[in-house]
């Protein structure tokens, strides 16, 4: 056992009331600040099913009758490091920039005095386009490559405006990774209700967050570095979008986060869920 102080985070999933299908989820990804020690599963048989392209495991689950499946993460507070494949350029309609979007990346790029400034600066011009929101449809529903916003402001979750960022950086020519986890606010002690995304970039030997939603919704559009400009905690599961699980029929998928229903042609559906955490010493 480590002397390192434990988070624990649970995520209890409620029965599938319509049909039998299996659940699929994350099982946890090293950071800068935490290193995953264990992943369980109560109420289900699970297997691990592997990603091609980033090499992360998931688990697939087979509830056990009609009872909660409870899965349950163990991570110590000890300093790993992100996953190299997070910042592999996997093209894909989830991060590919269109014309318009890689000239203007570029030229924000070139315009700024190094290439810290120039990261900052496609941080900084990404949160002017965006209010934060969860819009019925995306900014980028249906398209192969993530549009460039020329005007006007964009609604959009966490996910929406990181996947636009991620595109804007690579474009320029930096890199960059996303990840999924949980964020716990600070105010409610310890619970949450869905997972949250941030972006991770690498230049010139600085590994450095950025989180713009939480800045949005905090009310301000000046980004810094940075993992929690809103008090909290969080953890991370998974990374990277475009992802293929070819053992289960998964192709393409936008990312792994919060568990989901997995169907018999591959679709995932959201699943009723309680998330919490405890911190124990």
């Not at 570095?225 to 909290?232: A, V």
């Not at 919060?258 to 998330?275: F, V």
């Amino acid at each position: 056992m480590t002397d390192n102080p434990i988070l624990t985070v649970t995520v209890t999933v409620a029965p599938d009331r319509q049909e039998k299908r299996a659940l699929f989820a994350p099982t946890g990804i090293p950071t800068p600040y935490q290193t995953p020690l264990s992943f369980s599963v109560a109420g289900g048989r699970w297997s691990l099913t592997g990603e091609t392209t980033t090499g992360q495991m998931a688990a697939l689950i087979e509830p056990e009758g009609d009872a909660p499946v409870t899965l349950t993460y163990r991570f110590a507070e000890i300093a790993g490091q992100y996953p190299e494949t997070l910042f592999g350029r996997r093209e894909n309609r989830f991060t590919r920039a269109a014309r318009d979007l890689l000239h203007d990346a570029r030229r924000i790029a070139e315009d700024a005095a190094d290439g810290h400034a120039a990261i900052a600066a496609i941080v900084n011009d990404t949160a002017e386009k965006f209010t934060y929101g969860h819009p019925a449809t995306r900014f980028n529903d249906g398209l192969e490559a993530i549009p460039h916003l020329a005007c006007g402001l964009t609604e959009g979750s966490c996910v929406d405006i990181n996947t636009y960022l991620i595109a804007a950086l690579r474009a320029a020519g930096f890199e960059a990774g996303y990840v999924t986890g949980y964020f716990f606010p600070a105010e409610k002690n310890g619970c949450c209700e869905d997972m949250h995304c941030w972006v991770v970039t690498r230049h010139a030997g600085a590994v450095l967050e950025w989180d713009i939603a939480h800045h949005l919704k905090m009310g301000s559009r000046e980004i810094c570095c940075g993992l929690n400009p809103k008090p909290g905690s969080r953890v991370a599961v998974a990374h990277s979008m475009g992802l293929d699980f070819p053992a289960i029929g998964v192709h393409g998928l936008k990312l792994i986060g919060e568990p989901t229903w997995l169907g018999a042609d591959g679709a995932t559906e959201p699943a009723a869920l309680d998330i919490r955490l405890c911190e124990s010493p």
